[in-house]
């Protein structure tokens, strides 16, 4: 049998290698099979001879047990192959981060799944998933620094928990780098990460959509077709491409450089690689995927024509600190709201603003049950019949059934008529507005215990008519969900509010992202969408996506617009989840391609292994 050094000469000096035992027509067995005839080393080592097997349990020259010594030298060898993949990964995940506010460079949201799909492309299904692992974890601890407030350990669990998800996108990546058309399994893949990250653990947690951070890019037209699902396919999709590109000129690359020519008609050297325009297909046809995408949300029309309008006033009137403790004194943060609200009262008098026809306070503006404390009921109720129209309140309000509980409510309070019509929100956040395993958890994390009840959910849409005007309410962090804006636009909403409360994450950079789900859901929707928070950032944002006012935080302000009501639904609105679930399948299904293709591939080559063992055993 010829040494490895022997089949490098003959292949360096342009020849055929030489032929190995068992294989006359100079074909290269298996690779497990060429591993064992070079010594079991699979390192292409010289040796000629057969090789020595040394049992584990024999001490090495050193006297230390061989396997360990294997074990080291392979570990060794993983941490220098490893580290700057997992370098150029977490790197990848920071500048994802910063494609969200308060930074908004979008750009970056595309170069990192396009950094992602080089380095998970022709990976192991484990190094496919550490790569993930080290992409989601720094960016997922960069995008939700604002949990600081609550503390790191809360910042660095849920950027681990929410990296597990972005751990399976690695893996997935990975094992479909290999199919044919891999770019477009990608993008459909990170369309079923963010399917699974926001349905799961505890309801979910959908924050870091990449079709957040794509809300003023050329993709946000697109929402108004399949919503943020297609938003996130489309930016993924233009990664995928151009990390297609980008392998298509590096081959491209490789091949001129290994091969030159002389033409015939001249005595100028020409580069192989250029011979034939077909060489330059996967090149071109990955960067017009990438152009034609991105150019695909220009020919979206947004629909924004008004039916009708409504004069409205958003009123902030600020709380007082910031941080956890932002609630301060009882009633402080409701007298805050109807001061500024009978400011307002007194402006439209003198007539230095126009009459509103309703206003909209923001979630909490209550800090008291108006039902139970007649103080609280009674400063509303003055709020209410000095303006003269409507107000949306927000308050926690106490079960009234069940003991322990509130709920998180708007409540429409008629300047004639007090209290009406009123919306609970769907979704409390976990841990935040209840704990799971309470009786468990408790014991063990103290800080859980500062949340003394937990909310309890509400089960209908949130659509209350509010003087002239029908408006879908959504509270806090209900607007990253898809479900519930859209099922509230379908069940007649002609305007969509957002009552939030973002006070304990106050100058984090948290109220900014949040702020940008507004600006995606009225382009989804069709629908102007309202903002209210008692400390900022409060908004008015038109159907199209552009924010026509806003406030600063911590600062007592009033908006005061006339806003444009909507029958019309969008196409998104129509084909509700659909396009989600399918993108998601298609993903989840290229795996599964992947899969049976990796096993076909391993049983034939068993096959052919053990076919040349048995040739060699008959020449034997």
Known sequence: ???????????????????????????????????????????????????????????????????????????????????????????????????????????????????????TRGRTVRQGAWTGFAFGWPFFTVLLKWLHVVGWDAVLGLAFLESLFVLLLGAALAVTSRL?????????????????????????????????????????PLAALGGAPLVTFAAALTGTALAGAALALWGLRRKVQSERVTDP????????????????????????????????????????????TADIAVVQGDVQQPGMEFLGRPMKILNNHVDATLDLARKV????????ELVIWPENSSDLDPYRWPEAGDRIDQAAKAIGVPILVGALVDHPSREGYVKNQGIVWDPKKGPGASYTKQHPVPFGEYVPFRDELSKVITRLQRIPRDFW??????????????????????????????????????ALVVQTNNATYGRTGQPEQQLVMSKLRAVEHGRAVVTAAPSGISAVVAPDGTIQQRTQEFERDVLTATLPLRDDTTLADRVGAAPEWLLAMVGVLSCAAAWFAGRSRSVRQAQQTRHVRQKQEGQQ
């Open 457 to 494: 959910p509400g089960d209908r849409t949130g659509v209350l008519q509010t003087g002239p005007a029908r408006l879908g309410d959504v509270i806090c962090f209900e607007v990253a969900y898809d479900e519930i804006p859209r099922d509230t636009v379908n069940a007649g909403a002609r």
């Open 265 to 308: 008609d001249s005595s100028t050297p020409v580069p192989a690689g250029v011979r034939s325009y077909a060489d330059l297909v996967p090149l071109l046809g990955s960067l017009t995927l990438a152009v034609a995408v991105t150019g695909a949300g220009y020919a979206v029309p947004v629909p924004t024509a008004a039916d009708d």
């Open 1 to 119: 049998m010829p040494s490895g050094s022997d089949t490098t000469a003959a292949s360096a000096a342009g020849g055929r290698p030489a032929e190995r035992p068992g294989t006359p027509d100079g074909t290269q067995p298996p690779r497990s099979l060429q591993k064992e005839e070079e010594g079991g080393t699979g390192t292409g080592a010289a040796d000629a001879g057969p090789a020595t097997v040394q049992h584990p349990s024999e001490p090495a020259e050193d006297g230390a047990p061989a396997s360990r010594q294997g074990r080291l030298r392979r570990l060794n060898g993983l941490i220098r192959r490893e580290t700057p993949r997992t370098a150029a990964a977490a790197a990848a995940g920071v500048a994802l981060a910063l494609a969200f506010p308060p930074y908004g460079l979008w750009p970056l949201s595309i170069l990192a799944v396009t950094a992602l799909s080089l380095l």
């Open 180 to 220: 044919p058309l891999w770019p477009l399994w990608g993008a459909c893949l990170w369309v079923a990460e963010e399917w699974a990250r926001d349905r799961t653990p505890f309801g979910g947690f959908p924050w870091g959509r990449i079709a957040f951070a794509n809300t003023g890019s050329p993709y946000t």
């Open 349 to 356: 008098k003198a007539g230095k603003v126009k009459q509103p």
